[in-house]
Each structure stands twice: as structure tokens, then as C-alpha cells.
């Protein structure tokens, strides 16, 4: 099993100095967290949701830079091995959110970066994701919250559960990368943590309430 114990702490460290243990982290804190945004970044190369796109086919012959692609042909497009590839990225297949501190797109020094966007995981042309921005804000938020917030470890019970291991290299298949359930930790990071997470929980109900109308027993 792979952890980053590190990468946490070094959020935590970011998201303590910017935020402090007042209060809950906000959208606006984004801009002064360039470690988080690193990480969301770097989350997003090593492994993209949808690695291959969703699939698209030609409606005409086409000839793009000496290759004949015929009508109806399925075209994918790699985002993983765009993300992967050594010629553009150090040590492609190490998780190292810095890579993103040290260029812009994460890039090795004297790679061409020219054809890059930082956006590649959401696809490409007129069919790109229309979610684009509901999903970066959600991110954003979960991201920052969920690292001020909590601990999280490998799970202790890993042992008496070896059906459930950590893995970072095991899927359900499909379209997109999800991975398999896997125990793990998530503790408070202090009591004023958890008792600040407990009253944003309150403040939040009212605007909740009409969709809690039918919880089953455990969410209550
Ligand atoms: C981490 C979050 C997400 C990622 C990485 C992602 C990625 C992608 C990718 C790669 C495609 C294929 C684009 C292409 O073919 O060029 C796609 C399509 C699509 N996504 Fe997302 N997506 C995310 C979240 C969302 C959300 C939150 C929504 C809706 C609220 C959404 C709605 C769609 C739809 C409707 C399409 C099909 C668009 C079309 O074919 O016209 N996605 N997404």
C-alpha cells in the first residue's frame, strides 16, 4: 500500500496558517493555498476520473498530421498516457503534488509544453465536460475541508480485514477510475475541530431539512 503521509501534513500546515482553527475553511481561501491546489492538480494527473474520455467517432475521413482516420472510426483520447508520458513529466508514475509548484502544468524542465491545458482531464473540443465547474468548486471545497478537518491513516483493521487492502492500482471497471472500497481512518484533528464541524452541521440542517425527509436509520 502507497500513503502520503506527508503530502497531509504539509496541507495541514498550509491550511492551518491561511485558515487558522476559528473557523471553516471558505471558497475564497483557495487563492492563498497553492500546496492544495497542487494536490487537486496532481490527484487529477496521476489518476484522471475518466482516462480515456468518453469515446467519439468521426463523421468524415479525416487526415491529421500525416494519418488517415476514416469515417465512423472511435476515437479515444488518452488523458492517462497524456498524463504519464515520461518525455513531458518527471517520474510520471510518483504521486508529488510540488511538480505543480515547480511549472505550470507539472511538466519536467525543457519539455515542450506548448499544446497543454491544465484542464486535459475534463476532455476536449465542443463534447468537453459541461460539469466542469460544479465539479472544480466541489473539489475545491471538499478538498480544503476534509484536510483541515480530519486525520486520515490506514485503517488498523486492515489486518483482520485482508479482503479490503489499500490499493492503488485496483478498480471497478468501467469508464471511470473508481476505486475499490477500502477501511480506513478519519479522525477530528482536536476537539475545537470536531466541535466546529458539529455547529457548521447545525447551521446547515434548516437548509437541508427538505431533503432529509426520508434517512434511513444510521444517516439520523
Ligand atoms: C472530477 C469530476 C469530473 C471529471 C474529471 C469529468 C470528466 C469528463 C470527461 C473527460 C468527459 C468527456 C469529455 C470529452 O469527451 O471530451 C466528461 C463528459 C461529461 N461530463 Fe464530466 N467530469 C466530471 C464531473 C462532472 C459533473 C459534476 C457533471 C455534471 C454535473 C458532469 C457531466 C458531464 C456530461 C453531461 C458529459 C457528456 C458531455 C457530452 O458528451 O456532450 N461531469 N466529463
Request: glycine letters at 6%; one cysteine or more; hydrophobic letters at 35%.
Amino acid at each position: 500500500m502507497m500513503c502520503y503521509p506527508e503530502v497531509q501534513l504539509k496541507a495541514q500546515v498550509e491550511l492551518d496558517s491561511v485558515v487558522g482553527t476559528e473557523r471553516l475553511p471558505q471558497m475564497d481561501d483557495i487563492g492563498d493555498l497553492p500546496y492544495i491546489q497542487s494536490i487537486i492538480k496532481e490527484v487529477h494527473r496521476f489518476y484522471p476520473t475518466v482516462p480515456l474520455a468518453i469515446p467519439h467517432a468521426t463523421t468524415a475521413n479525416e487526415s491529421i498530421e500525416g494519418y488517415f482516420i476514416p469515417e465512423g472510426s472511435t476515437i479515444f483520447m488518452n488523458i492517462y498516457g497524456i498524463y504519464h508520458d515520461e518525455e513531458m513529466y518527471d517520474k510520471p508514475n510518483v504521486f508529488r503534488p510540488e511538480r505543480f509548484l515547480e511549472s505550470e502544468y507539472g511538466t519536467k524542465p525543457g519539455a515542450d509544453n506548448t499544446g497543454l491545458r491544465p484542464d486535459f482531464h475534463f476532455g476536449s473540443g465542443r463534447r468537453i465536460c459541461p460539469g466542469i465547474h460544479l465539479a472544480n468548486n466541489t473539489i475545491i471545497m471538499n478538498v480544503m475541508n476534509v484536510l483541515w478537518a480530519f486525520n486520515l491513516s490506514k485503517s488498523n483493521s486492515d489486518s483482520r480485514n485482508p479482503s479490503m487492502p489499500i490499493t492503488l492500482d485496483d478498480f471497478v471497471q468501467g469508464i471511470s477510475l473508481v476505486p475499490k472500497p477500502f477501511k480506513c481512518d478519519i479522525q477530528p484533528r482536536s476537539d475545537k475541530h470536531a466541535a466546529l464541524i458539529h455547529s457548521a452541521f447545525s447551521e446547515a440542517r434548516s437548509n437541508f431539512f427538505m431533503y432529509e425527509q426520508e434517512l434511513a436509520e444510521e444517516d439520523k
